[in-house]
């Protein structure tokens, strides 16, 4: 067994995100486990861009209230305690609403040729994030 260390929290790169979103690595990838694990942390506003992941991701929700979006519209509206599970190549979104913060803890696997599988999208525009919220 091994102790991990608390890692450093750091704001997110602008061109991945809108607002405010601060980022924990709890886990990175070590073969033979894939797994990919956060804390994200985002301040009311604040969302990622779009964005899909080649095995798929879990979210669940650790304070705070939040959205997920996906491409058809769909709206989920997440408050501490639930969780969200958005399939392999599922373009979506996620962040705090227009009043709250929202921390979730962010896992998924990475594909078996190595990283975390993520693809990354455009921006959600202010329309896109006001009609998901007023959904």
Not at 55 to 76: F, K, M, P, S, Y
Not at 87 to 102: I, L, S, V
Request: one cysteine or more; proline letters at 7%; hydrophobic letters at 35%.
């Amino acid at each position: 067994m091994d102790f991990i260390p608390v890692n450093e929290t750091v704001k997110t790169p602008a061109e991945r995100f809108t607002g405010d979103v601060y980022l924990t690595m709890i886990k990175t990838p070590e073969p033979p486990s894939r797994l990919v694990a956060s804390l994200v942390r985002f301040t009311p506003g604040a969302r990622t861009n779009w964005h899909s992941h080649a095995v798929g991701q879990t979210l669940h929700v650790t304070e705070g209230a939040g959205l997920v979006v996906n491409r058809d519209g769909q709206v989920i509206r997440m408050r501490a305690g639930d969780t969200v599970w958005t399939p392999p190549g599922e373009e979506h979104w996620h962040g705090g609403t227009n009043t709250n913060c929202m921390s979730h803890l962010a896992m998924l696997e990475g594909p078996e040729e190595g990283g975390d599988g993520t693809t990354w999208l455009e921006p959600v525009t202010d329309d896109q994030y006001r009609t998901a919220h007023d959904a």
